[in-house]
């Protein structure tokens, strides 16, 4: 992968009132960071990406935990479905796949935050994920941090952190994500234990009987940005609008990236 560089002294590195927002409640958002225009060329990159992949695909289908997948180890990606349908649910990962989807990662506008986010002048991608939520089909993402799922693909999962790119407006109706501010000073969550290994990733929302995950609803362009340890989730779609996102997971330099990941279980974990 691409190594990415800091790029200036930057205004578009966090400022003081966003570090306490990160430092009190584990998340940052920019609105209107990019513009309808760009909003369109990155639609069209990931509608072009889904049609790719998904075109006459008769892959197989694996359930697991909340999850159906798809691997197509050919080309180094898991498609997740909705269920038993034909309907995509995300693609990950995606970037090696789509030149313009790799080209949005080094915008400056993710990477110079980022450089805050995992304490590093030269963040590079460790993953990347189109989450798609189609009308009336999209389903839910059950609540989790993204660290159960990492630490045993990246080499240090605790030193990731995600930029999500909302490509549709996001609202409660559309599903839009839902944060739980403050959840990462507690480190690692209780997860389940009713399910297969994958389930066991979920948190076990019992034990956290005063749990409150804020919605946030926000506008197409805008960027959410937060560590391996926030708790989050998403409800479905009900609505008649879709609600598309992007995320792109950085690291510091020099770690193997989840296309790597992939290719060690192609080659049977060799």
């Given at each position: ?8 002294p930057a205004?578009l ?27 369109g ?8 990406l889904?049609d ?8 197989l289908?694996l359930?697991?935990g909340?999850y ?12 997740k479905?909705e ?26 506008r993710l990477?110079e ?15 990347e ?14 609540p ?33 994500l839902?944060v ?7 480190g690692?969550?209780t ?7 994958f389930?066991a ?8 009987p ?17 560590g391996?340890?926030?708790v ?12 598309r ?17 992939l290719?060690k279980l192609?080659?049977?974990?060799r």
């Amino acid at each position: 992968m691409k190594s990415i560089s800091s790029v200036g002294p930057a205004p578009l590195r966090l400022d003081g009132t966003e570090r306490r927002h990160l430092d009190d409640d584990g998340y940052v958002v920019r609105e209107g960071v990019f513009t309808a225009d760009e909003v369109g060329q990155m639609i069209s990159a990931s509608e072009s990406l889904v049609d790719d992949l998904v075109r006459e695909r008769r892959g197989l289908r694996l359930k697991v935990g909340s999850y159906v997948f798809d691997p197509d180890l050919v080309r180094d990606v898991m498609i997740k479905w909705e269920g038993d349908s034909d309907v995509v649910h995300g693609i990950e990962p995606c970037a090696h796949l789509n030149a313009a989807l790799r080209d949005w990662a080094y915008d400056p506008r993710l990477v110079e935050p980022m450089v805050d986010l995992i304490a590093d002048d030269e963040p590079t991608l460790f993953t990347e994920k189109l989450n798609l939520k189609r009308p009336h089909e999209g389903g839910a993402n059950p609540p989790h941090q993204d660290y159960p799922y990492w630490v045993d693909s990246a080499e240090v999962a605790e030193d990731v952190a995600t930029a999500m790119v909302f490509l549709d407006d996001a609202t409660i109706a559309n599903g839009c994500l839902r944060v739980a501010p403050g959840s990462h000073k507690k480190g690692k969550w209780t997860t389940r234990t009713d399910g297969d290994q994958f389930l066991a990733n979920e948190i076990d929302m019992t034990a956290y009987p005063d749990a409150e995950l804020e919605p946030l609803e926000l506008g197409a362009g805008a960027v959410v940005m937060f560590g391996p340890f926030l708790v989050h989730q998403s409800l479905p779609n009900r609505s008649d609008r879709q609600r598309r996102a992007l995320l792109y997971s950085y690291q510091p330099p020099g770690r193997q990236h989840m296309v790597d990941t992939l290719r060690k279980l192609s080659q049977g974990g060799r």
